[in-house]
């Protein structure tokens, strides 16, 4: 007669451990940060557009007066009209700082900042890229294709600004994900523990 193998009945409480410690080092590969894919992408796209508004100061102060960054003596065009390497107008600079800072400054006030690189830098950044006027520089801003250079930058800021959506919905996405894990860890530690009971009354169980 042959014989009947005899059912395999599995201990609730090793099936349990079982189930906690598969549990332990799921939530351990889920609590590891993940990279930030969107995140980066979005400070990598910010940080090139600010290179490229740098990079088209200096190539329009190139244009204007032949040279980038400070000077040796104070630069003046237009018989004495224009000032720095920008080569701003004192009427200019007070109008603009005004607009930008709500302060008015002084003749005095407005040359220095004019015959200063990164001040007038920083004021011509605003007046082209931020209130997109880059006609205060007519010749040169034709010569270096400003307008369309605005385009690309403005489409680098628009990515990095979609770049962040993205980054901020993963990262809710994430929490929702993890909140539902952790729910489904206590639910099933909760059963592991159901299961090292049955023993105490007289029963096995698979679970």
Request: contains cysteine; positive net charge; glycine residues 4%.
């Given at each position: 007669m042959?014989?009947?193998?005899r059912p395999r009945f599995i201990d609730p409480f090793v099936d349990a451990a079982l189930v906690v410690?598969?549990?332990f080092v799921t939530a351990c590969q889920q609590e590891a940060f993940p990279p930030q894919t969107a995140s980066l992408q979005a400070e990598d796209l910010r940080n090139r557009a600010e290179e490229r508004k740098e990079e088209l100061i200096r190539q329009l102060a190139n244009c204007e007066s032949g040279g980038v960054g400070l000077s040796e003596r104070p630069i003046y065009g237009g018989r004495g009209v224009y000032l720095g390497r920008l080569q701003f107008s004192t009427q200019t600079v007070i109008g603009y700082q005004l607009k930008k800072d709500n302060r008015r400054l002084s003749l005095r006030e407005a040359a220095q900042v004019a015959h200063d690189y990164n001040r007038s830098a920083a004021l011509a950044k605003y007046m082209i890229f931020d209130l997109e006027e880059p006609w205060h520089w007519p010749h040169?801003?034709?010569?270096?294709?400003?307008?369309?250079?605005?385009?690309a930058v403005k489409e680098l800021i628009s990515q990095a600004q979609a770049a962040d959506a993205k980054a901020k919905a993963d990262d809710a996405a994430s929490v929702e994900t993890a909140e539902t894990d952790s729910d489904n860890r206590k639910r099933n530690v909760s059963l592991g523990e159901s299961c090292r009971r049955?023993?105490?009354?007289?029963?096995?169980?698979?679970?």
């Open positions: 042959p014989k009947i193998p410690a598969i549990l040169c801003a034709k010569k270096i294709s400003l307008r369309s250079e605005i385009a049955l023993p105490a009354l007289g029963l096995w169980a698979t679970c």
